[in-house]
C-alpha cells in the first residue's frame, strides 16, 4: 500500500523559476535567458515533475507588472523548455496565461483564482489559489486590515470547492486547488492550514501545497527573536513539504527541488515497510 495514502500515484514536485527582479527569494537571479533554462533544467535533472514560471512577483507589497512585461520575461523561457517538461505559468493576467499556453505551457497557476475560462478556452489545467485581496496589501498586519476569517480552513476550502465546480463546468479537465500559503495569512492561519489539509484533499481534487522559504517558517523558527532570512528555511521548507506530502498534497511548490525530493523518497521508503 503506498505511504501516500489519498492516491497511489507519487506526489510531484513543482520547481519555482521566477523571472523577475523582485521575487522574494530567488528574484534577480534568472532575469537572463540562459541562466533561467540552464536553471529549469537543472531542476528537473534533480527531479522536479512541473517548472513554474512567473514575470511577476506576488510577494507582499507587490506592485503589478504589465502584461507585456511579464509576456516579455517568461516567453522565451517557456518556448526554450515546452517538450522537455511540463510548465506552468505562474500568473494573474489572462493574456499573459493565453500568451504562455501559446508558447507550450499546459498548466495555468492562478493566484488569482480567476482564469478558469482561459484554461478551458485552451484545453489546458489550471491551479486555483486562494489569496485574500492583492499581493500589495494582503499582509498588511495593523490592527484595522489584519486578515481576518472565521474558521479559516473551512471558508478557503468552500471558496476552493466552489471555483473548482465553476472551473469544471465551464470545461477545464485538469483543476488543483492550494489554499495559498502566506497570502493573506497570520502565521496562525499558515499553521491552521497545514493542520487542516485534509479538509481539502477530501474535497477531491488534487491539492498543491507552497510554502517554501516563506515568511511564517521564519517566525515559526525563529531563537532569541531573530528570524531566519529566506536564504536559511532550507529544513523549515523541506520538513513542511514532506508534512504536505503525508497529509494527501499531490504535488508541492519549491525552490529547493533536490532536497525535497530526496527527503520524500527517503520517508517513503521505510514507512511503507512500516505498513506492510
Ligand atoms: N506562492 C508564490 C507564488 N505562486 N502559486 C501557488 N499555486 N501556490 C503558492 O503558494 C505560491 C504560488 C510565492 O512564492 P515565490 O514565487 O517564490 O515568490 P514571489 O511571489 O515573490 O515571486
Do not use: C
Amino acid at each position: 500500500m503506498s505511504l501516500f495514502a489519498a492516491s497511489s500515484r507519487r506526489p510531484l514536485v513543482m520547481g519555482v523559476l521566477n523571472v523577475t527582479p523582485d521575487s522574494f527569494f530567488d528574484g534577480g537571479r534568472w532575469l537572463e535567458r540562459g541562466a533561467a533554462i540552464e536553471r529549469a533544467l537543472e531542476m528537473v535533472a534533480e527531479g522536479a515533475d512541473v517548472i513554474d514560471v512567473g514575470g511577476e512577483s506576488t510577494r507582499p507589497g507587490a506592485q503589478d507588472v504589465p502584461a507585456e512585461e511579464q509576456i516579455r520575461r517568461v516567453l522565451p523561457v517557456i518556448e526554450a523548455l515546452a517538450g522537455r517538461v511540463r510548465v506552468s505559468i505562474d500568473t494573474r493576467s489572462a493574456q499573459v496565461a493565453a500568451a504562455a499556453v501559446g508558447a507550450g505551457a499546459t498548466l495555468i497557476n492562478d493566484v488569482s483564482a480567476s482564469l478558469w475560462q482561459v484554461a478551458a478556452d485552451h484545453g489546458v489545467g489550471w491551479i486555483a489559489m486562494h489569496m485574500l485581496g492583492d499581493p500589495l496589501t494582503m499582509q498588511d498586519l495593523t490592527m484595522q486590515d489584519r486578515p481576518a476569517y472565521g474558521d479559516v480552513v473551512s471558508e478557503i476550502a468552500t471558496f476552493l470547492k466552489a471555483r473548482a465546480e465553476v472551473a469544471a463546468a465551464a470545461g477545464v479537465d485538469e483543476v488543483w486547488i492550494d489554499p495559498g500559503i502566506g497570502f493573506g495569512k497570520t502565521v496562525e492561519h499558515n499553521l491552521a492550514l497545514l493542520r487542516g489539509l485534509d479538509a481539502f484533499v477530501k474535497l477531491g481534487r488534487p491539492v498543491l501545497v507552497g510554502t517554501s522559504r516563506k515568511g511564517f517558517l521564519g517566525s515559526v523558527t525563529a531563537r532569541n527573536g531573530v528570524v531566519p532570512a529566506p536564504e536559511d528555511r532550507i529544513e523549515a521548507s523541506v520538513a513542511t513539504a514532506v508534512w504536505a506530502v503525508l497529509r494527501g498534497a499531490r504535488m508541492v511548490r519549491v525552490h529547493d527541488v533536490a532536497p525535497t525530493v530526496h527527503a520524500i523518497r527517503l520517508m517513503e521508503a521505510p514507512l511503507e515497510e512500516a505498513m506492510a
